[in-house]
Structure formats: structure tokens, C-alpha cells
């Protein structure tokens, strides 16, 4: 590391000095990343197991941590792809056409990102809550919002609102308008311009975005916490499972479960790493 | 086929991109639009094109009014400055991309439109390159590549945004000479956009002199070079050189020398600004009474013309001449030599009102 550092040719360094300034520098860094990253990280899976690894197998096949599970996949299943479209069709618009209101619309995507989760969560509360705008109507008509699955799926989409089409905007405004209009001069239909020339221009800047908005969908606490109510085996996401479980003095159990979302996010990194190489 | 532009107009916003032009360009003809940037010549290609809707008027395309058809039913063939090409496709791919859109029912066979796309490769002399990606070829290829992407929908008409801009100058020269000869071979109705005068002069049968969102001059290359409308033609084609002079019933004095300006008949005493080639200057090195002294700064051989520069000793103005360059040699001067020009030929454009009129 402290070769990589060394100063750049044309300061003259006696050959068998100790370059301090690198020196410290790389040891602040690493002592930076130990404390507040690798040591949280070895910790989640060291409590996860101390108590062995038949603990931590029953931990994760509780059936509440299952329905947990399921309950986490099935809001990102629906998330993902409903802020894959929106962002896809938002950026499209925002990138390549010029309409009024472009700016609004621009400020409005990144509104989930300025407002604090918490907050996202509680304007489903007033609006589909039993004492919200909608209460009323939903509660005589049986159906269920706030305290339940479509609650939680709405929140969830709120939160990661903005991943894909924050990620697509930039790269398509960078790439122009000129293939486009180039394909629709040769014939291209909008539906053949969308698959045949945009769409595989930022397929690796769109897998980007639709790996962040995943990972944000599958680890979203504060919204989802709000609407949720906690009801076990019903209502809880892995991330309330794991907050339940830790405020009963679980804790092997509690760091069972959050392991699996460690691993999710270093699946997450991985895939990203991935994914940013191919990007231009 | 004929494209007729009829009092078009566009606006962004305050700027006023086309001003009420008219254009008619013949079935067959190579034309370009000649201007400096912002001229609104690129405007005036893309709504041909229908990639920009105009504000007034319209555009005829084979007496058709194409003015509000879709930019994909219009059968255009477009060549972007930066070519535009499809990242993503191979060049075959890129070739082929304007018959496989096609609605089923009009789409080629897949060997008719392999056949189409080799054909046309081998005509811009790039047959070789068909696996290929956009990114691995060169400026000049892709711009070809980018021709007989354009060329395979069999457009009706070929427009060509800045075709040369891009490339270098040795390239440029090349490929300029290559669309000439490509286009006596097809005979396909074109339109080219450039900066470049001598690009323009080189290639087109007809030149179009843009400024300002307005039509300045439109004919034949060497007509307009010779015949300028206005003096933003003189200027824009070719190196001038401006002299004062006094004009009177068609007669011009120009540094004690009497020139015919046949175009100021009428006018019966008025100052004229005397617009002169380089080469419609002589050198002499005995002093005359009314000639323009002139100190040589520098001299540049071009083969079988010199180019002098000097300035003038009354104004400090510079001046730019070519003479043959035995007449050069005949000449026997050099940088700090003193010499006595005189224009043997000039257009004039009124300073002033002329007092003809005025009374």
C-alpha cells in the first residue's frame, strides 16, 4: 500500500526514509474501515453463531423468520419491477423529450430520497389509515391497506422510488437523442425504438439501478416499520423480525437473521462490482 | 425527387432559427446549405427532415406536402455530424436496422435484406467490416457506415447534417470527393449542411448561402463566388479585401483607378465600399499617383500562386494578394519592400444613401 502512495516523481525522497505521510494515511483509512465496517460485519456473523449452528439454523427456519422472509421477497418482487417500468418510462421522458413541468417532475422523483422514511410511512397512515382520507371508504368496503401487505408493498415502492430513474437519467441525457432520431428517420416505431435502440444502450446502467433499488427494497426499516403494525407471521419484514427479536433478548437469533441480510448485501456488492465494470 | 421549402419559419424561444424561407431544389441535385454556425442552416436540414416541426410554411417533397407526416412515413435519408450510429449493433446490424423495422408485410426476406446490406457495404468500400462494432472503426468509416445505413430504407431524398465536420482534414478531402463521385452514380436528390466554403464550392451542383435564418444567395458554385448578393457572401466565400472608393452613374474611382460597377447605374455620387479578390489585385514597384502603398509582411508559395501579405501604409489595414508566381518572381520583392496596388476588379456596395435616390 505504501508503494502505491509514494510521492510523485519529482519530489525526492532519500532512498531509505520512511514516507510517514503515506504511512499514516493508509493506517487511518484501514483503521477507518476496521471500526466501522469490518468489525460490525464480523460481528453480525459472530453473534449469529455463538451458540452454534444448530441455533442459528432454528433461528432462521422459525416460521415467523419465514414468513418474514417472504413477506420481505414478495414487496421487493412487486417493488422492483413496478420502479423498474415507472423509472425506465421516467427517464425516457425526462432524457429525450422536452414538455413543461420536466423540472417539477425531476424534483418529485427525488422526493422518497429527501424525505425522511419515517415520514413516507406516515403519509400512507393519513391517507389509507382508519383515520385517514381513505379509512373510512377502505374500512366499509373490508379492505385492508395500512397494518397489512399492500401498506407494506406501497412503502416499500415510495422508499425505492427514485434508484432506477436517478440511474437512468444521466446516461441516457449523455448519450443523446441522436440514435434515436436516427432509428425513427430509418422507420422505427416507438415500440421498436424502445427495445431495438434505448433499451439496450443502458441495459448495464438499468441492472445497476434495479441491484440498488433491490437492496433498498429488501432492507427497508423506518416506512416500513410505520405501516407495518408488527403483527407476527403476518406484517413483519425480515428487518422489524430482526428489531423484535433483539427487543426480546434474542440475540443469537436476532443476529441469525440479520446475517442473512449481510449476505444479501454482499451479494448486492458483488453483483454491483460486477455491473460497474460493464458500464461505460 | 424535388424538395420545395416554402416560407418556413421556426422559433426557440426568442431566437428566430428560420426567417420566411423559401427553397427549391431539384429532382437529382446536390445542394448545400452554406453558413457560420448558428445560421440556422442545421434547423433548416431537420425540418426537411421532420425531425423539427416548423412554425409557419411548408415542405414539399416530390409536390407532396410532407409538412405534418411522420418523421417514420417520410422515407428520409439522414447522415449525422456524429453519425449516430447504434452503439450496441454490429455494422451489418446497423445496415440492416431500416428494413428489419419494417412492418411485416413490407419487410424483406432475411437473405434479400443479407443481400441489401452486403451490396450497399461494398459500395461505401467497407464490405470487410460487417462483424464489427461502431467503437473499433475509424471517423471516416463510420461516416460511410452511417451512408449506407441511410441509403438502404432507398430514401427518397438524402440529407446530410455537417457530413465532414467531424473528420480530419486529409480525411474530410477524401470522402468530400467520394460523395460527389457516389452521388453522379445515384443521382439521389441531396442536401448537405456545412460550414466550410470550399467544401461547399467543391461538391455541390448548387450553393445555398445561409445567415441569420435567412436565404442570402442561392446558385451555382462559381456564379455565387463571382456574383456575391450582399457583402456577408463576399465575405463568407473566399478572402476579400475592402477598399474605399466613390461610386458615379456606374463608374467607380478605386485608388485613382476607374472600374466599371455596372450593378450602380443609377446612383449619382455616393462613398462605396470596393469588395476585391486576392487575385483581382495588381502589384506593381514603381509608384503610381493614386495607388495603395503597401509594405509586404510575407509571402507563401502555394505551387503555381504566390500569397502576399501587407499592410497598408496609409490605414495599417491588412491585404491579401495572389499573383502567378512568375509574375512574383519577375516582381523581385521581399518582406519590407515597399509596392503600389491597384484593384482590377471589384464589386461595390453603397456606404451611403445614395444622393440619386435621396432627392
Redesign the interface.
Given at each position: 500500500m505504501a508503494a502505491v502512495l509514494a510521492p510523485p516523481l519529482g519530489i525526492s525522497s532519500p532512498a531509505r526514509r520512511i514516507a510517514w505521510v503515506p504511512v499514516i494515511l493508509v493506517a487511518l483509512a484501514l483503521a477507518y474501515l476496521t471500526l466501522f465496517l469490518f468489525v460490525p460485519l464480523f460481528a453480525v456473523f459472530f453473534e449469529a453463531l455463538r451458540k452454534g449452528w444448530a441455533a442459528y439454523g432454528r433461528a432462521i427456519t422459525d416460521p415467523d423468520a419465514w414468513s418474514a422472509m417472504r413477506l420481505t421477497l414478495l414487496a421487493a418482487l412487486i417493488a422492483v419491477p413496478a420502479n423498474l417500468v415507472f423509472g425506465v418510462a421516467a427517464a425516457w421522458a425526462i432524457a429525450k423529450f422536452d414538455f413543461h413541468g420536466k423540472s417539477v417532475l425531476t424534483t418529485l422523483i427525488d422526493l422518497p430520497f429527501s424525505v425522511s422514511p419515517v415520514v413516507s410511512g406516515l403519509i400512507y397512515v393519513l391517507i389509507f389509515g382508519l383515520q385517514g382520507w381513505f379509512g373510512p371508504w377502505l374500512a366499509d368496503h373490508d379492505l385492508k391497506v395500512i397494518f397489512a401487505v399492500p401498506g407494506i408493498v406501497l412503502a416499500t415502492m415510495f422508499v425505492t422510488f427514485p434508484f432506477v430513474a436517478r440511474e437512468l437519467i444521466p446516461l441516457m441525457q449523455a448519450q443523446g437523442r441522436e440514435e434515436e432520431e436516427a432509428a425513427v428517420l430509418l422507420g422505427a416505431n416507438a415500440w421498436q425504438l424502445l427495445w431495438r435502440v434505448t433499451l439496450p444502450n443502458v441495459k448495464w446502467g438499468l441492472l445497476y439501478g434495479v441491484i440498488l433499488c433491490n437492496a433498498r427494497a429488501m432492507g427497508e426499516f423506518g416506512a416500513v416499520s410505520v405501516v407495518s403494525g408488527h403483527v407476527r407471521g403476518l406484517t413483519n419484514t425480515l428487518p422489524l423480525h430482526i428489531e423484535i427479536l433483539y427487543n426480546e433478548y434474542q440475540f443469537a437469533a436476532a443476529f441469525a437473521c440479520a446475517s442473512l441480510l449481510a449476505l444479501l448485501a454482499l451479494v448486492t456488492l458483488a453483483a454491483k462490482a460486477w455491473v460497474e465494470r460493464k458500464l461505460p | 425527387m424535388s424538395i420545395q421549402v416554402q416560407n418556413v419559419s421556426k422559433r426557440f424561444g426568442t431566437f428566430e432559427a428560420l426567417n420566411d424561407v423559401c427553397v427549391d431544389i431539384a429532382a437529382g441535385e446536390l445542394v448545400a446549405l452554406l453558413g457560420p454556425s448558428g445560421s440556422g442552416k442545421t434547423t433548416l436540414l431537420r425540418v426537411i427532415?421532420?425531425?423539427e416541426a416548423p412554425d409557419a410554411g411548408r415542405v414539399l417533397v416530390d409536390g407532396e406536402d410532407t409538412t405534418h407526416k411522420r418523421?417514420?412515413?417520410?422515407?428520409?435519408?439522414?447522415v449525422?455530424q456524429?453519425y449516430?450510429?447504434?452503439?450496441?449493433?454490429t455494422i451489418f446490424e446497423n445496415v440492416a436496422?431500416?428494413l428489419r423495422?419494417?412492418p411485416r408485410a413490407l419487410r424483406p426476406s432475411k437473405e434479400a435484406i443479407a443481400d441489401k446490406v452486403h451490396s450497399l457495404l461494398k459500395l461505401v468500400q467497407l464490405d470487410w467490416l460487417a462483424q464489427r462494432y461502431p467503437h473499433q472503426l475509424s471517423g471516416g468509416q463510420r461516416q460511410r457506415i452511417a451512408l449506407a445505413?441511410?441509403l438502404?430504407?432507398e430514401p427518397k431524398v438524402l440529407l446530410l447534417d455537417e457530413p465532414f465536420g467531424a473528420l480530419d482534414a486529409k480525411v474530410r478531402r477524401e470522402l468530400r470527393r467520394w460523395l460527389r463521385r457516389l452521388h453522379d452514380e445515384i443521382q439521389l436528390t441531396s442536401v448537405f449542411v456545412t460550414h466550410d466554403q470550399e467544401e461547399a464550392l467543391e461538391v455541390s451542383d448548387r450553393v445555398v448561402v445561409v445567415n441569420r435564418g435567412k436565404i442570402e444567395q442561392a446558385g451555382e458554385p462559381g456564379y455565387v463566388y463571382d456574383n456575391p448578393a450582399s457583402p456577408f457572401v463576399y465575405e463568407f466565400l473566399g478572402n476579400v479585401n475592402l477598399f474605399e472608393g466613390r461610386i458615379s452613374r456606374g463608374m467607380a474611382q478605386v485608388s485613382g483607378r476607374k472600374l466599371a460597377a455596372p450593378e450602380h447605374l443609377e446612383v449619382e455620387d455616393a462613398l462605396a465600399t470596393a469588395y476585391v479578390r486576392p487575385h483581382d489585385i495588381d502589384v506593381a514597384v514603381q509608384s503610381s499617383a493614386h495607388a495603395v502603398a503597401a509594405t509586404v509582411d510575407h509571402a507563401v508559395t502555394l505551387g503555381s500562386v504566390v500569397r502576399l501579405e501587407l499592410s497598408r501604409r496609409d490605414t495599417g489595414d491588412v491585404v491579401e494578394v495572389e499573383i502567378p508566381r512568375d509574375r512574383y518572381e519577375g516582381l523581385k520583392i521581399a518582406h519590407g519592400n515597399v509596392v503600389w496596388l491597384t484593384p482590377r476588379r471589384a464589386r461595390f456596395f453603397l456606404k451611403e444613401t445614395p444622393t440619386a435616390i435621396a432627392s
Open positions: - | 427532415a421532420g425531425l418523421v417514420q412515413d417520410r422515407n428520409v435519408g439522414f449525422f456524429h449516430a450510429l447504434f452503439r450496441h449493433m436496422f431500416g423495422v419494417r445505413r441511410a438502404a430504407i
